[in-house]
């Protein structure tokens, strides 16, 4: 692509191939990875037919406002310059206009392809980049040639809410229609220049089994949550960013029972429940509805569990222990920055919150985004995994941490380093059985992961767990 074609694709060797997915092949080259997507390119012959085609259309004075717009436009330029196109040539040039004349983006690949998590532009003439949930950070073979093209996409995608980046509102946070996060900035607040990250909304969550077989958790320990989560006990789940955290705590969800009262209370809307008997709220900034307002109105739904998606602040994190403290709810759930349970417990101190009050909390889970190198081949692989899983114990006015399971990076899982006291006593308790019958019932919720591994999607694991 030439250079004043606003978006380019930019020539990549490579040496091996990784994978295929549906936008594009997965390729390496030296230490670094790449994304080729599948744009059409264009010869000689065809770069001229559309150059001159897009200036004429620019100065047009019919008014272009969609796809049929645009065919019936090259149709007659070609008819009057004379020019014979095949179906393949017609196609690829109308592919072009489209990007070009309708603000249509390259992005469209990236933003249906479900392998991807986040994508990101860093700027004019920099290759775009995605974040694919096996292999990490890639470089697209794509990039944006000037500003005004990566304002005009983000301006589009943030139109239907009513929102614009401009010079006065140089700083962009929003929730697209289909649940995905964009954040955007440009002068005079960038000073490396306009930039774009996307962070994808997922349609169809993870599993408890999906989050065993990606090697995030083991059996043993998505067994010991299942049993917790069915009690009357409370998790804050932490880790540091794109850790998964999120993930990991929206699978436990199906744990839940399905006549339980649930509000979920977030920032921006991530989390997918498969009860109905459920209430989302969102904050509001322009109404200045905030996180800890929320929280605080939960006091007044009657929930019999309470979900905060992600707690960042002083208030927001005192709000949430409150609501414990007040017995409002037989369960309460969050993410938080962290990145061990014992920082946890530190990080809420720092925040105000007494110690004694802490110990309305009963597991901190720590999940970790981890660099993997491969000794044979030397290529870096990012993982994700649980690293901790402790009791908040209790005891006079102090607070101790009982790790039940630790991750061996020697071994590469996570092992058991404690009995559970705590929950097991929970769930004594609400199943009326005593430790030997524990025993059994974690091996029988192992044995039915292994036997749903790849046959049920998210809806279907909760209908079963209901049953179990």
Partial sequence: MKKDIEVSINPIEFSKKLSICSSGEIVASKDKK??????????????????????????????????????????????????????????????????ESLNESILTPLLVDPDFEEI???GPNKPIMVYHRTFGWLITNTQFNSDNKIKNIINKMAAPLGRQL?????????VLKNGSRLNASANPIAFSGINCTIRKFKENPLTPIDIVYSNTISKEVMSFLWLAMQTNSSILVC?????????????????????ERIIVVEETPELVLPQNHKIKLNTCDQLEISL????ENTFRMRPDRVIVGEIRTKQEANAFIN?????QARGSYATFHAESASEAIQRLKTFGIEENSLGCLDLIIVQKRINKIDKKTKTRKEERKVIEVCEVIKSGKEIT?????????????????NEGKKIIDKIKKTFSVNEKEIKK??????????????????QEFFELAEQE
């Avoid at 800890?292 to 929280?295: A, G, V, Y």
């Fill in 34 to 99: 790449y994304l080729l997507v599948n744009l059409p390119e264009l010869c000689e012959k065809e770069q001229n037919i559309f150059q001159e085609s897009f200036k004429e259309l620019k100065q047009s004075t019919k008014k272009i406002e969609n796809k049929s717009d645009i065919y019936f436009f090259l149709k007659s330029y070609c008819l009057d310059n004379l020019i014979l196109l095949n179906k393949e040539q017609r196609e690829k040039i109308l592919y072009w206009l489209e990007i």
């Fill in 120 to 122: 990101v532009i860093n």
């Fill in 166 to 174: 401009t010079f006065h509102t140089p700083l962009l946070n929003a």
């Fill in 239 to 259: 880790g540091n960013t794109g850790s998964g955290k999120t993930t990991t705590l929206n699978s436990l969800f199906c744990f839940l029972p399905k006549e």
């Fill in 292 to 295: 800890e307002k929320l929280i």
């Fill in 323 to 327: 609501t414990m403290l007040a017995g």
């Fill in 401 to 417: 941490l009982n790790q039940l399971f630790e991750y061996n990076f020697e071994k590469n899982k996570l092992v058991k380093k």
């Fill in 441 to 458: 019932m974690l091996k029988e919720k192992e044995k039915l992961i292994e036997k749903l591994y790849g046959k049920v999607n998210f």
